[in-house]
């Protein structure tokens, strides 16, 4: 059963008249999106936010902007690089303010919000690149210098939800093929772990009607990204396909029961463990894909966002 108050704004957005975001073309999406994902909230108080752009991917004359939320105080503060969902297609860290500043805060962290490019003007593995830059940035001593003494990059972990949390668990990859940074813990949100590959996911029927991801709007955006097949050629895309997953760091991995995902991701949840590796699966009954996002308006997502954060603080203690 569909939580309550997640049940009450689907029925505001069918009243509203509000349509799928794989009905608009990109740019469109990207607004409406913007306005979905908005926190109601005022922003907290405790939070020190600025803007930052850094060198991009090796080879590119491009650079990559970060947002940067530090809490207030002397520190030095374990560091977070989180990765916003949106199916690379849509999303901004400016967006995910009110998530990533509710983390900074409950988590004691500095939090690095990633802003990289977005398909269909920048198809895969362009959203890669520019994670791989920024963690690169984050974890090397002209970032640490940059962030400042109430940083400390060496604690270090990777976040994300949907699309984001599939660009972080595939920076744990890199990272372990390139024997560094050290990443302490990997917290993912709902990935799509698949790649639009084919598999023992029956959710991806089940709930193909949403309520919130439709099957249609994960067509739309592996379209954009992968491109006509829709299908990730490797494990950039799809970490399920990796030819090892060992040696990769502890794992929280968080689903929503309501959501054409959950099944790839409790699968790469699965993978992840008999591979040798720590991981904690929590799964949310009741709420939807997306529940990230829906802290100020859902109490259970609420509890979710809390229970990230602390999740976070413990293991970058």
Not at 35 to 55: F, K, M, N, Y
Not at 136 to 153: H, K, N, R, Y
Not at 180 to 189: D, K, T
Request: with cysteine.
């Amino acid at each position: 059963m569909l939580n309550n108050q997640l049940e009450v704004l689907m029925q505001q957005a069918r009243a509203a008249g509000m349509p799928d975001l794989c009905d608009l073309p990109p740019l469109a999406a990207r607004g409406l999106y913007r306005q979905i994902v908005a926190s109601p909230d005022a922003p907290l108080a405790g939070v020190e936010t600025r803007d930052l752009r850094i060198p991009g991917p090796a080879g590119l004359d491009i650079t990559v902007g970060l947002r940067i939320h530090t809490p207030r105080g002397t520190g030095p503060y374990p560091t977070v690089v989180y990765y916003h969902g949106g199916g690379y297609v849509v999303g901004d860290p400016e967006a995910y303010d009110g998530v990533c500043r509710q983390l900074c805060v409950d988590a004691q962290a500095v939090v690095v919000a990633v802003s990289y490019r977005l398909a269909p003007e920048h198809p895969y593995p362009a959203a890669v690149e520019d994670a791989w830059a920024a963690l690169q940035w984050v974890a090397s001593p002209v970032g640490a210098q940059a962030l400042g003494p109430a940083t400390d990059t060496q604690r270090l972990a990777v976040a994300g939800d949907s699309a984001g949390a599939n660009l972080a668990t595939v920076m744990t990859l890199l990272a372990r093929e390139a024997g560094a940074p050290r990443i302490v813990c990997q917290s993912l949100v709902y990935p799509p772990a698949a790649g639009g590959h084919d598999g023992d996911f029956p959710s991806r029927t089940t709930h193909a009607a949403g309520p919130t991801l439709t099957r249609r709007t994960m067509d739309y955006f592996g379209r954009h990204y992968f491109g006509p097949s829709g299908v990730a050629p490797d494990f950039r895309g799809a970490p399920l396909q990796a030819a090892s997953l060992a040696g990769l760091p502890p794992t929280l991995l968080m689903l929503a029961s309501h959501d054409p995902l959950r099944d790839e991701a409790l699968a790469y949840g699965h993978a992840l463990s008999a591979a040798g590796n720590a991981v904690n699966i929590v799964e949310y009954h009741g709420l939807a894909h997306g529940f990230i996002t829906m802290a100020g308006t859902v109490d259970a997502a609420r509890t979710a966002v809390r229970h990230l954060a602390d999740q976070l603080k413990a293991a970058l203690a």
